[in-house]
């Protein structure tokens, strides 16, 4: 399907652009552009942005916590190597979601219940393992859906006989 490389190159680039704008927001404040708080709210629902978790960049923290920094760089590290990988397939990847969720799920309750405390290294390893995983998993199906969407679909004839 001569779709596949726009559709690779469009998942590709909405990856650069979502891990660009996490670390733009602490420059842009930094800059004091006003468009840095749209930014935070923007990535607000899907991360606690707790400063005290996260990486700061000219004395600004990251739009998004340490370990959902890791999970989109990891995301967006997976799409650029994945021409270069053979793709994972589907009756394969139970064993790629337990390899790649299970250290963080582990980390997190380890957290959470006070047998250690997770660190920058700790959350970052999670964090990319999980992101990883994710992009070699989803992004075949990802493609084929979005293929999908452009795919002519034949319809029947309707019958004369209603």
């Not at 468009?35 to 942005?49: G, K, L, S, T």
């Not at 590290?77 to 994972?88: D, E, G, K, M």
């Not at 006070?114 to 393992?129: I, M, P, Q, Y």
Request: glycine fraction near 6%; include cysteine; aromatic fraction near 12%.
């Amino acid at each position: 399907m001569q779709s596949r490389p726009l559709i690779y190159a469009g998942l590709l680039f909405a990856a650069a652009l979502w891990c660009a704008l996490i670390i733009a927001a602490p420059v842009l404040a930094a800059w004091g552009v006003p468009a840095a708080a749209d930014i935070y709210r923007f990535f607000r629902p899907v991360c606690h942005q707790d400063a005290a978790r996260s990486f700061f960049l000219t004395g600004h923290p990251f739009a998004v916590c340490i370990r959902c920094t890791a999970v989109y760089a990891g995301f967006f590290a997976a799409l650029i190597a994945a021409p270069f990988v053979p793709p994972v397939r589907p009756r394969s990847t139970l064993p790629f979601w337990l390899i790649g969720v299970s250290p963080m799920l582990i980390d997190v309750a380890a957290d959470l219940t006070g047998l250690h405390e997770a660190g920058v290294l700790t959350r970052t390893f999670t964090g990319a393992l999980f992101g990883l995983t994710a992009g070699f998993v989803l992004l075949p199906d990802a493609m084929n859906a979005i293929a999908g969407l452009f795919t002519p679909r034949i319809h029947e004839p309707r019958s004369t006989h209603e």
